[in-house]
């Protein structure tokens, strides 16, 4: 099991350490990101689902 946990974190790395979103700027509260410092994480997560929804995706 360890060994496949491994592998995924590989494969599927967190989203700031794969560029999908980027870091906090320094001396942001924690639920802010540089992809949506104003209103937090938590509306640009609902904004790509919202998104995915339009695309087709099942969710």
Not at 31 to 45: C, I, M, N, T, Y
Not at 46 to 59: D, F, N, P, Q, W
Request: charged share 25%; no cysteine.
């Amino acid at each position: 099991m360890a060994q496949e946990l491994k592998r995924h974190g590989k494969a599927f790395p967190p989203v700031e350490v794969a560029g999908i979103v980027p870091p906090r700027p320094e001396g942001a509260e924690p639920w802010q990101s540089e992809a949506a410092p104003k209103d937090g994480f938590h509306v640009l997560r609902h904004t790509y689902a919202s998104k995915m929804l339009e695309a087709g995706e099942s969710v």
